[in-house]
């Protein structure tokens, strides 16, 4: 336990130093004032085009904002958020390929399982730390400007997205146990996710995948129920420790060497 310790010590560090837990902590903050502020100024924006619309012969009525305005740029923006911490956490496995630090840690006696745990602890702890931050500030500024009580579910759905988040990693990590390089690493993540959604295309097996847990803002709005999700998340969840299995058995098996100078 000692040398898992160390080294997910080691990983945290690495994050505050390279400067990506500020970046996404920033990210995400940012995201989190940005889903109130665009709906409150919705209808100022609206107001600032009126003449403008006029003119091609639409007409602007009264635009009711409320919290639910918020949620829904909430579910719109965190696509976005979660692709930033896609792209910035991509390489934990593969810049260690190419740098050969792995080789140093394995050869002191460190398990190789427990390079992925402590690396899928740490992706884990950062990912949760970042999103409920992002949800805690838009559900403050919600509660303060308008009222979150007409949100159905609403902490429910939250926890819908946040595992969707988590299967993406499972991704990350699986890939980066195959993959050599970043790019290959993104490829097989973003192949992957295209793939679940052109399956997510036929209705009979939409509840069997996890791009479902997108859809938290249905439940926000009552057009789902939460029962409608519980396969979802128990398959979901089945999927992700799948993933964590195979890039163990696949990371125990692979070749890991110095880096070849130039």
Not at 122 to 127: C, F, H, I, N, P
Not at 144 to 164: E, K, Q, R, V
Request: proline letters at 2%.
């Amino acid at each position: 336990m000692k040398t898992l310790f160390a080294f997910f010590k080691k990983e945290f560090m690495e994050l505050i130093r390279s400067g990506r837990l500020t970046i996404l902590l920033l990210v995400f903050v940012l995201f989190g004032i940005m889903n109130p502020a665009i709906a409150k100024i919705t209808p100022w924006l609206m107001e600032m085009m009126e003449s403008s619309l006029k003119s091609t012969g639409m007409i602007v009525t009264d635009i009711k904002i409320d919290a639910m305005t918020s949620w829904m740029q909430y579910y719109k923006n965190i696509e976005m958020a979660l692709f930033i911490f896609v792209l910035l956490v991509s390489n934990t496995f593969t810049k260690e390929y190419q740098s050969g630090t792995l080789v140093l840690v394995l050869t002191k006696g460190l398990s190789r399982y427990k390079v992925i745990l402590a690396k899928t602890a740490v992706l884990l702890l950062l990912w949760t730390f970042c999103y409920w931050i992002c949800f805690g500030i838009t559900y403050g500024y919600n509660a303060y400007f308008w009222d979150n009580s007409i949100a159905s579910h609403l902490f429910y759905a939250a926890l819908c997205y946040w595992l969707f988040g988590i299967w993406i990693l499972a991704m990350v990590i699986l890939f980066s146990s195959l993959a050599q390089s970043n790019t290959l690493v993104l490829a097989g993540t973003g192949g992957t996710f295209i793939a679940i959604n052109l399956l997510n295309m036929f209705s009979s097996i939409q509840k069997y995948l996890p791009t479902k847990l997108t859809g938290g803002f249905s439940l926000l709005t009552a057009t789902t129920v939460d029962t409608d999700f519980k396969v979802t998340i128990l398959l979901t969840i089945l999927f992700c420790i799948a993933c964590i299995g195979g890039s163990i058995l696949i990371f125990n098996r692979k070749m890991i060497g110095v880096p070849r100078e130039s």
